[in-house]
């Protein structure tokens, strides 16, 4: 999985929109303010409205003191939270429903799909650690389970063939172990 893409992707998105909507807005990035940006046809190419309509949508959780303005301190606060304590499924959830993820569909419904298992600490949230975590020890559990109940038929698997080169190594191993118990 490409989890550190989730990450990178969504902070530097809602990053990057809040940075072009607080200049469009200098007196503060309010709610209106972002819902003017949205329908300004001046926008439409270059304001991703995914994550402005993420702002929008959480424009009263991420205002924390309530003064109707999204101040770069709470745009800090919400990327810094969203680092150390990661993403709930609802938040995911949203960011994906909203194209603002920067990842396939697969990788989005297998994050969804695993969450439970992924979120080890059982606080409702996935850190980008849990993600990558799981992701190894599902890699680990695969090849597990891949070579679980493969044998070696013969002892080519731990000496190699009977090529030139292979009979070459064997006598060089054969020559180590006769000089060492001489």
Known sequence: MANSNLFAGIYAGLTNTYA????????????????????????????????????????TNIDKDGDGIISPDEMTNLTNMMSAQGLTRAELT?????????????????IL???????????????????????????????VDEYAHKAATNMSVFYGSESS????????????????NS
């Open 20 to 59: 072009q909507l607080a200049a469009q807005n200098p007196n503060g990035l309010t709610l209106q303010g972002i819902s003017d940006a949205r329908a300004n046809q001046d926008n439409l190419l270059t304001l991703n409205q995914s994550f402005a309509s993420y702002l929008q949508t959480n424009f």
């Open 94 to 110: 949203q960011l994906y429903a909203s194209g603002t993820s920067g990842l396939s569909d697969s990788t989005i419904q297998d």
């Open 113 to 143: 799909e695993h969450f439970d298992d992924m979120d080890t600490n059982h606080d409702g949230r996935i850190t980008q650690e849990e993600i990558s975590a799981y992701s190894v020890n599902s890699a680990r559990q695969e090849k």
């Open 165 to 180: 080169s292979d009979s070459d190594s064997y006598s060089m191993l054969s020559y180590r172990y006769k000089k060492s």
